[in-house]
Nanobody, 121 residues
Framework: QVQLVESGGGSVQAGGSLRLSCAAS????????MGWFRQAPGKEREFVAA????????YYADSAKGRFTISRDNTKNTVNLQMSSLTPEDTAVYYC??????????????WGQGTQVTVSS
């Protein structure tokens, strides 16, 4: 069992940056691949980025490549998403996910409550 709590969302102007963090509880955190998903109003939840359990491999949606960086610290049970060059299209609720299938970008069974990111033009 893993509990996830996101933080770091907020409002920013286009071109700005935000850093999302996800704090996990549970002794098995380091065994999970972790991911970030997002859901914009009226749209389905979509994959953003994922990182392998040991942090050696990362995966990005095309929309995130070159702008977002996912990282993790297994000593602190945290996973982060550094976002830059934000556009209004990045506006969404961002969710942390544990157990993501990195090969297929399918989410795992554990979700955080989400954090709102709003990008204004």
């Amino acid at each position: 069992q893993v509990q996830l709590v996101e933080s770091g969302g907020g409002s920013v102007q286009a071109g700005g940056s935000l850093r999302l963090s996800c704090a996990a509880s549970g002794r098995t955190f380091s065994s999970y691949a972790m991911g970030w998903f997002r859901q914009a109003p009226g749209k389905e939840r979509e994959f953003v980025a994922a990182i392998s359990w040991y942090g050696g491999r990362t995966y990005y949606a095309d929309s995130a490549k070159g702008r977002f960086t996912i990282s993790r610290d297994n000593t602190k049970n945290t996973v982060n998403l550094q976002m830059s060059s934000l556009t209004p299209e990045d506006t969404a609720v961002y969710y942390c996910n544990a157990g993501v299938a990195t090969s297929g970008r399918s989410p795992g069974p554990y979700w955080g409550q989400g954090t709102q990111v709003t990008v204004s033009s």
